[in-house]
C-alpha cells in the first residue's frame, strides 16, 4: 500500500499521506500466507512497513495541523457555544471511540476472499432485543418465526434492500449485491438469483428496474447515457415479470422495484423476526437488512 499511487511521491508525507480509509476490512498477503483485519466501522488504515498493518480509529491534536481546518482536531466530550453566544471553547476529556476488530488468518492469496466472505456480516451484524415477562402472559406473535426467503440466496450474494414502499403495500424494494470483485475467488464469476424465491407466500407480478437511488427506471436512464463504446454491454433492463431471473456480475448491485399480489399476508417490516421463550423470558432475535 505504501506509495500506491503512481503519480504521488510517498515520501512528501511518508505516514498521513499513505493512510486510506477502510470501511469494513483491510488485509496484506504474501506467497504463503494472508493476513486479514475486519472492521466494524469506518476507519484509517495503511500497511507502512512489509508485513505490517496500522488501524487509526480516532486522532487528537492539541494543535492546528495547518491543514486548513484553523483550530486543533481536539474532539472532546462537550464543547462551550460558538461564536456570538460563546468561544467554542472545548471542556473536559478526550472523545474515547471503540471497536470490534476481526483477525482472519489464511493461506496463499486468500486475504481478498476471506475478507469478502465476513466483511459484510461484521459491518452490519444481527440486532439482538431481549424483554422479560411472566411464563403466564400470552405471547403476542401470531406466528413463531418469519423467514423472507424461500431458499438461501447463492454465497456471493447479499441482501443490501429489502423494504416495502409506505406509498403501495404491495411494492418492494429490493437491492442485490455481488460481494466479490474480478479475479479475488472462485466465487468472482456472475451469479443467477430467482427473485421470486425473495417472496416464498406471493406471486411477483412486475419487477421494474431502477438505476441503484431508484429515483428513476434505469431503461429510461439507459437511453440518455453517455456511451462508451465498451465491448461489454450493461445488463438489459426490462419492466415485465419475464426479468424474475436476474443475473449478478462481480461488485454489481441491481435495484428493484417489485410489485407482488396482494392476497395472503404480506410482510409489514424489512426485517425477519423469530422468537423464543421460557422461565418468564422472552428473546427476540431480528435480522435487519440495511436501507
Known amino acids: 500500500m505504501f506509495g500506491y499511487d503512481a503519480d504521488f ?48 480509529i480516532q486522532r ?80 403476542p406473535f401470531h406466528q413463531p418465526g418469519l423467514s423472507l426467503l424461500k431458499k438461501s440466496l447463492p454465497d456471493n450474494v447479499m441482501i443490501v434492500t429489502y423494504v416495502a414502499l409506505d406509498d403501495d403495500p404491495s411494492s418492494y424494494l429490493i437491492r442485490l449485491a455481488h460481494q466479490y470483485g474480478m479475479n479475488e475467488s472462485t466465487y468472482s464469476t456472475p451469479v443467477n438469483v430467482y427473485l421470486q424465491d425473495l417472496f416464498p407466500n406471493h406471486d411477483i407480478i412486475k419487477v421494474t428496474e431502477k ?26 433492463s426490462s419492466d415485465d415479470k419475464s426479468m424474475l431471473d436476474i443475473v449478478l456480475k462481480p461488485m454489481e448491485i441491481r435495484t428493484f422495484v417489485i410489485n407482488v399480489k396482494t392476497s395472503g399476508v404480506i410482510p409489514s417490516s424489512s426485517c425477519s423476526t423469530s422468537s423464543s421463550w421460557g422461565l418468564g423470558v422472552i428473546v427476540l432475535f431480528t435480522f435487519c437488512i440495511i436501507i
Open 9 to 56: 511521491d510517498p515520501y512528501v508525507e511518508p505516514i498521513a499521506g499513505n493512510y486510506y480509509p477502510i470501511n469494513t476490512a483491510i488485509f496484506i498477503e504474501d506467497e504463503r500466507q494472508s493476513f486479514t483485519v475486519l472492521t466494524d466501522r469506518s476507519q484509517a488504515g495503511s500497511s507502512i512497513s512489509d508485513g505490517s498493518l496500522e488501524l487509526l
Open 60 to 139: 487528537r491534536l492539541l494543535v492546528d495541523d495547518a491543514r486548513g481546518v484553523g483550530e486543533p482536531l481536539n474532539e472532546t466530550v462537550s464543547i462551550t457555544a460558538c461564536p456570538p453566544y460563546g468561544n467554542a471553547t472545548r471542556i473536559g476529556d478526550g472523545i474515547i471511540i471503540k471497536g470490534t476488530h476481526r483477525l482472519m488468518i489464511g493461506g496463499k492469496g486468500s486475504g481478498a476472499s476471506q475478507a469478502r466472505s465476513r466483511m459484510d456480516e461484521s459491518f452490519s451484524r444481527p440486532q439482538v432485543f431481549v424483554a422479560s415477562a411472566s411464563k403466564d402472559v400470552q405471547i
Open 211 to 236: 438505476t441503484l437511488s431508484a429515483n428513476q427506471d434505469r431503461v429510461d436512464w439507459e437511453k440518455r447515457r453517455l456511451d462508451w463504446n465498451e465491448s461489454e454491454g450493461m445488463t438489459a
